[in-house]
């Protein structure tokens, strides 16, 4: 079993690797593109909340709505695939036993130099340039995903379940 844990070790960064693919893909979009894609989510937030709330506007008054929250969609989508790359890279290396400080640097580190790599990439990406806001954004959001992952490994090992196994393992040990 232990052979077995060993050689599937390594795949827990499987995913990081498949969100770091992810990013760059969206990173290769074009500028008009990428916005393209942007704003029909933004215009369906508005429109489901349109819907939602019965507020009967036109789709002129749709498409002012929409635009006014474009940016923030984009900063948001910004954050959340930084999120989600943190939390790739946090778990596995919790696997690999790094915790506490080491882990938020490790991990912190990893995202902010991919998200400087990932920007410097769109500087060559038609109607795309580099962005200094853009990579701080991406650090907000990976951040907060690094904390959330500290918090979930510390509470799931510091149960009083948990505590009580790590007594009984730490006993059998010493005889």
Same mark, same amino acid.
């Given at each position: $079993?232990?052979?077995?844990?060993? *050689?599937?070790?390594?795949? /827990? #960064?499987?995913?990081?690797?498949?969100?770091?693919?992810? &990013?760059?893909?969206?990173?290769?979009?074009?500028?008009?593109?990428?916005?393209?894609?942007?704003?029909?989510?933004?215009?369906?937030?508005?429109?489901?909340?349109?819907?939602?709330?019965?507020?009967?506007?036109?789709?002129?008054?749709?498409?002012?709505?929409?635009?006014?929250?474009?940016?923030?969609?984009?900063?948001?989508?910004? $954050?959340?695939?930084?999120?989600? *790359?943190?939390?790739?890279? /946090? #778990?596995?290396?919790?696997?690999?036993?790094?915790?506490? &400080?080491?882990?938020?640097?490790?991990?912190?580190?990893?995202?902010?130099?991919f998200a400087g790599f990932d920007e410097y990439h769109q500087?060559?990406?038609?109607?795309?340039?580099?962005?200094?806001?853009?990579?701080?954004?991406?650090?907000?959001?990976?951040?907060?995903?690094?904390?959330?992952?500290?918090?979930?490994?510390?509470?799931? $090992?510091?149960?009083?379940?948990?505590?009580?196994?790590?007594?009984?393992?730490?006993?059998?040990?010493?005889?």
């Amino acid at each position: $079993m232990k052979i077995l844990i060993t *050689l599937l070790k390594p795949l /827990s #960064f499987l995913p990081a690797i498949l969100m770091m693919y992810l &990013i760059f893909s969206f990173s290769a979009q074009t500028g008009e593109v990428s916005g393209e894609l942007s704003y029909k989510i933004s215009y369906q937030i508005v429109e489901t909340k349109n819907e939602v709330l019965n507020e009967n506007k036109s789709y002129d008054e749709l498409a002012v709505a929409a635009d006014g929250i474009h940016y923030y969609v984009r900063k948001a989508a910004h $954050m959340t695939v930084y999120f989600l *790359l943190a939390v790739a890279i /946090s #778990f596995p290396l919790y696997v690999y036993r790094v915790r506490g &400080i080491w882990l938020m640097l490790l991990a912190g580190i990893v995202c902010v130099v991919f998200a400087g790599f990932d920007e410097y990439h769109q500087s060559f990406v038609a109607g795309r340039g580099p962005s200094i806001k853009d990579v701080g954004i991406d650090s907000i959001g990976a951040f907060i995903g690094i904390l959330l992952v500290q918090a979930f490994c510390w509470s799931t $090992m510091h149960t009083p379940s948990a505590e009580r196994r790590k007594k009984r393992h730490h006993k059998s040990k010493r005889r």
